[in-house]
């Protein structure tokens, strides 16, 4: 008989595990309430980031955590009267930022990580999405000499221990690399290995139109009129009722609405991000993304123009945007490279789905026989789709795995 399951959410994570199902025969539906890839799966900033191997911690150091309570920095904000909702969750996060228990979770998610260039390229390969892929890194840039060597000796770590690529700039290489740059800077970390995706949307797009040349089914209806049906599951759509008997939740920010109703509530929480598309005056050029260290925004050359993102915003879930941050990283981006005007009217807003222990949710969603968790992959969740796609396919099917899944797996919250 043929397997046949519901994937709910259609970002980077539920069409890389949809497409991957159907691969393995299974009858799939990919429900989302918008198109495929209009989640954080849209607007981000576009790195395959083989380099990640470190998640990012909750900042233990006093001097950086009243930096960030002072509420004015451009790599942190947050809105005060959302932070009671974020107590707990954030808690845990501090917690299991502590070295010990940190180097357990960069352990976990650089086996994850080290798949993930391979795993877009197993999908990508032989198809128009390859256009997309340029292999060509990205730069994290320093104006502190002193900030610059601790950042090495980290990048020397990250090599030694877990075989990511760089290559240290100084100042005149890195002014050679980027000669559009219009301040001197300390150097760069060349991150080699990255891939940088032109337009990550287009991304998800073709992955999604792989899924459908493929035999997979695409319907518009809301992951919340999920039911039980008899031994399966049934979701409402434009359609009409889909169902199937399995279900994926890879609804990104929004997993928990689905999930806390089937008694399995995890501490997801949202870190809000913006972007914005900026031309280049004259002959200007960017070749590559560059990271600002100290003012944590990225610039990255992409088909819409150059798109800045910024970092992390802490806000109510229904909150109205407030790009505080796009504004003050714009007069830094300003002064480093010459933008021009603002493509768009309005910036665009995303979402990355985090968990406390910096790791992904996947696996078995507890206490519901043929339900499955997706979610939670924080900042890498356009790197890490694929590499999901694949790992909980295959734990469906019941084949070996191609990593061990324990450290993903949802009981552990
Ligand atoms: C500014 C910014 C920069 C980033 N840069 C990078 C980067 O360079 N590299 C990287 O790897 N990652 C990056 N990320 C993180 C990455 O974008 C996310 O981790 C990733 O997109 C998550 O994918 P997802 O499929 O889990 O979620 P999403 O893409 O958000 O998909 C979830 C889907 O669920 C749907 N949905 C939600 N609720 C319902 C409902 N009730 N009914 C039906 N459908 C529903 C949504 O419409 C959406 O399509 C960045 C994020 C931001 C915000």
Redesign the pocket.
């Known amino acids: 008989m043929t397997q046949s399951a519901i994937v709910?959410?259609?970002?980077?994570?539920?069409v890389s595990v949809a497409l991957h199902l159907r691969r393995r025969g299974y009858d799939v539906v990919l429900?989302?309430?918008?198109g495929?890839?209009?989640?954080?799966?849209?607007?981000?900033?576009?790195?395959?980031?083989r380099e990640a191997v470190y998640p990012h911690p909750f900042p233990r150091a006093l001097a950086e955590l009243r930096r960030i309570a002072g509420n004015r920095a451009t790599d942190v904000h947050y809105h005060p009267l959302a932070l009671p909702g974020f107590v707990s969750p954030l808690l845990r996060y501090w917690w299991n930022s502590e070295p010990t228990r940190y180097l357990g979770a960069v352990q976990a998610y650089a086996k994850l990580i080290a798949t993930c260039l391979d795993e877009h390229y197993a999908l990508a390969r032989g198809t128009e999405a390859m256009a997309l892929l340029r292999p060509i890194g990205w730069l994290r840039i320093f104006s502190q000499p002193e900030a610059l060597a601790t950042a090495l000796a980290q990048a020397e770590t990250a090599r030694r221990d877990y075989g990511v690529g760089f290559a240290a700039l100084d100042g005149a290489a890195l002014a050679a690399a980027e000669p559009s740059l219009l301040v001197a800077r300390a150097g760069a970390i060349h991150w080699t290995d990255p891939v940088s995706v032109s337009d990550p949307h287009a991304l998800t797009l073709a992955y999604a139109g792989m899924f459908t040349a493929e035999g997979g089914r695409l319907a518009t209806?809301?992951?919340?009129t999920l039911r039980r049906a008899g031994a399966g599951w049934q979701v409402q759509t434009e359609a009409g009722p889909v169902e199937a008997a399995e279900v994926v939740v890879?609804?990104?920010?929004?997993a928990g609405?689905?999930t806390g109703p089937l008694g399995y509530a995890p501490p997801i929480f949202g870190k809000?991000?913006?972007?914005m598309h900026y031309g280049l005056r004259g002959n200007a050029v960017l070749h590559r993304p560059i990271l600002d260290a100290e003012s944590g925004f990225?610039l990255a050359p992409m088909r819409a123009g150059i798109r800045l993102?910024?970092g992390a915003e802490f806000a109510r879930t229904d909150a109205p945007a407030t790009p505080v941050q796009l504004e003050r990283a714009e007069p830094a981006a300003r002064a480093l490279l010459p933008l021009a005007d603002r493509v768009e009217s309005a910036p665009w807003m995303?979402?990355?789905?985090c968990t406390p222990d910096m790791l992904p949710i996947i696996g078995k969603l507890p206490g519901q026989p043929g339900a499955w968790c997706a979610?939670g992959?924080?900042?890498?969740?356009?790197?890490?789709?694929p590499t999901t796609g694949r790992l909980l396919a295959e734990m469906m099917c019941g084949e070996a795995p191609f990593v061990s899944p324990a450290p993903y797996r949802a009981e552990r919250f």
Do not use: C, K, W
């Not at 429900?31 to 918008?34: C, Y």
């Not at 495929?36 to 980031?49: D, K, R, T, V, Y």
């Not at 209806?221 to 919340?224: H, Q």
């Open positions: 709910l959410g259609a970002g980077m994570v539920g429900i989302d309430r918008r495929p890839g209009e989640g954080a799966s849209f607007g981000n900033g576009g790195l395959i980031q209806g809301d992951a919340t890879a609804l990104g920010a929004a609405q689905v809000r991000g913006y972007h990225l993102t910024t995303g979402v990355r789905p979610f992959h924080a900042h890498q969740g356009l790197t890490l789709g």
